[in-house]
């Protein structure tokens, strides 16, 4: 069974940070890229931040030097850091496969406010 759990959100100030994590079930995470996805209210879904199961990495301009991604095949876990977050990174933040996703999972919420 294919699960997607996101945690790690929180309510934070600008210019401040918090750490998401994902774990994923053995079956979609070894061998596929992964990537993380945010929807902010009244917007579409976007990718935000992916990597393959190598370590390559690809950034949205809007994170690029902010954000960084990383996973543990290992233990089946992805990462985003996420440093000088603005009020616009506010969002549900959902991991899944890429480009091909799956079923989603429930999300974190991020808030950026002061």
């Known amino acids: 069974q294919v699960q997607l759990v996101e945690s790690g959100g929180g309510l934070v100030q600008p210019g401040g940070s918090l750490r998401l994590s994902c774990a994923a079930s053995?079956?979609?995470?070894?061998?596929?890229?992964m990537g993380w996805y945010r929807q902010a209210p009244g917007k579409q879904r976007e990718l935000v931040a992916r990597?393959?199961?190598?370590?390559?990495?690809y950034y949205a301009d809007s994170v690029k030097g902010r954000f960084t991604i990383a996973r543990d095949n290992a233990k089946n876990t992805m990462y985003l850091q996420m440093n000088s977050l603005k009020p616009e990174d506010t969002a549900v933040y959902y991991c899944?496969?890429?480009?091909?996703?799956?079923?989603w999972g429930q999300g974190t919420q991020v808030t950026v406010s002061s």
């Open positions: 053995r079956s979609i995470f070894s061998s596929y890229a």
């Open positions: 899944n496969r890429f480009p091909s996703v799956l079923a």
């Open positions: 990597i393959t199961s190598g370590g390559s990495t």
